[in-house]
């Protein structure tokens, strides 16, 4: 599972560049399904759930080679539209493969997607609009836990989601090529990597337009070619590596972001006393000579409103940083599951309902806490840093899922933080009693 041992209260200052964002690359390589010839990826981040998504891409039938950050796609030998169900329950972003595999074979099984426990996340949404394309939906005769999709005769239609969720818009993009005539998808989901697959899908010979508007209209029948392609920078990781600096009173400097992307923490951070200089594709950040206060209520909305996924790194960061404040959760209503493990370490916090409340004092002690999920347990390593004393965050699994290199990163910056793997640490001691 994997153990970090953290050592408080060390400044982390230095310079970055962002990884490739998860939440665009595997949406792009759940696209390259589409496509014959080959497809080059640069800037793919190195993440457990990159190495899922590809192991099932060869389950499928895909040629896959990788080289560090760059990936080669070839799926002009795909001979399979089954996703394994024990692959498809490691995380939820096999869930595209729905759409892609509908137009590439006319057909696709899939089972519940898996990812990490945050709260209910429904696929009806896109049940709903695959059927409206004209998909055939149904539970399989041999497993009830699989679902069959055949795509039958798949017309272009216009589509209004009742959430703009970013998994059911991303599938139905996908799915769309295919149809005959014209898809438009509105109330679609406006973030930056849903604009990213637009472009990713278009230099590979199809015609999507509107991404980023929360309208999208896909013009549907042409056939997909492989290309090169650079996947953008992740937004989630420089903002948590931006509240990780700052909350140790340090100055970063994170190349190759778009600033954009990150405005609502940016005006967050700002309001607060942080000092923040924006430049091209990059963004520098300094915790300044002052004690950081943030007050008021933060919610997490939709893009371009403050992202669910840094939420719990926020949270981390004002148990140090916030002066009577509030951190609100719109979207996933099992998210704060990490504040408990903050309690541990005397965040000085109330958990209510979809809200945790920030009181007064900003102290916190090292502790042995468990990572339950991705971005929870980016929380508790930035706490872990910001706390007086040594700090354990278990299961190290979930945050490898997003973040590459995450303890070479920290270190690199001045951070004290080491990992060791639980598997190994019980085998040396159990060879420690038997030769004594």
């Known amino acids: ?36 010839g080959e497809n080059v990826f640069e800037a793919c981040p190195e993440i457990s759930d990159v190495d899922s998504m590809i192991t099932i891409l060869r389950s499928l039938g895909c040629e896959v080679v990788r080289d560090g950050a760059q990936l080669a796609v070839n799926a002009s030998g795909l001979s399979e539209s089954r996703i394994p169900e024990e692959l498809m329950k490691e995380m939820r972003s096999s869930v595209f493969l729905a759409g892609s595999l509908l137009a590439r074979c006319g057909e696709a099984v899939i089972s519940s997607p898996g990812g990490c426990n945050i709260g209910r996340r429904p696929i009806d949404i896109h049940i709903k609009g695959l059927r409206r394309l004209g998909a055939d939906i149904r539970q399989s005769t041999d497993n009830p836990d699989h679902i069959v999709i055949k795509a039958g005769k798949l017309r272009g239609t216009q589509l209004k989601l009742d959430y703009p969720s970013v998994g059911a818009t991303e599938n139905l993009m996908l799915a769309a090529i295919s149809a005959e005539g014209t898809t438009v998808i509105e109330n679609s989901a406006r973030e930056p990597e849903i604009v990213a697959l637009q472009e990713y899908i278009n230099k590979c010979g199809g015609n999507v337009e509107g991404a980023g508007s929360g309208i999208i209209t896909i013009k549907g029948g042409t056939k997909l070619h492989g290309c090169s392609h650079r996947v ?22 994170i190349k190759g972001i778009t600033a954009e992307y ?26 300044g000579s002052d004690s950081i206060k943030i007050s008021g209520c933060i919610s997490t909305a939709p893009y371009p409103g403050f992202p669910t996924d840094l939420q719990p790194q926020l949270t981390a960061f004002l148990t140090k940083h916030g002066a009577k404040c509030t951190v609100e959760e719109n979207i996933f209503e099992n998210r704060f599951r990490y504040a408990k493990q903050l309690i ?9 309902k979809k809200q945790v409340i920030i009181n007064g004092n900003n102290i916190l002690y090292g ?43 920290i270190r690199a910056m001045g951070g004290e933080i080491r990992e060791n793997d639980e598997r190994e640490q019980n085998s040396k001691e159990c060879q420690k009693k038997e030769t004594t």
């Open 1 to 36: 599972m994997g153990t970090y041992h953290i050592k408080g209260g060390r400044k982390l200052s230095g310079e970055m560049e962002a990884s490739g964002a998860k939440n665009a690359a595997l949406p792009i390589l759940a696209a390259s399904v589409i496509t014959t």
């Open 232 to 253: 953008i920078a992740d937004r989630i990781e420089a903002g948590t590596f931006m509240l990780m600096s700052l909350g140790t009173g340090g100055e970063i400097y």
């Open 262 to 287: 990150l405005r609502p923490l940016i005006n967050c951070l700002k309001e607060g006393g942080c000092r923040i200089r924006e430049e091209r594709n990059s963004v520098y950040a300094s915790a």
């Open 344 to 352: 541990k370490m005397g965040a000085d916090i109330e958990i209510s």
């Open 367 to 409: 502790g042995d806490v468990e990572a339950e999920d991705l971005r929870g347990g980016a929380a508790l390593v930035i706490a872990g840093l910001m706390a007086e004393g040594d700090t354990a965050v278990r299961n190290t699994k979930y945050i490898k899922r997003g973040y590459s290199r995450f303890a070479g990163k």
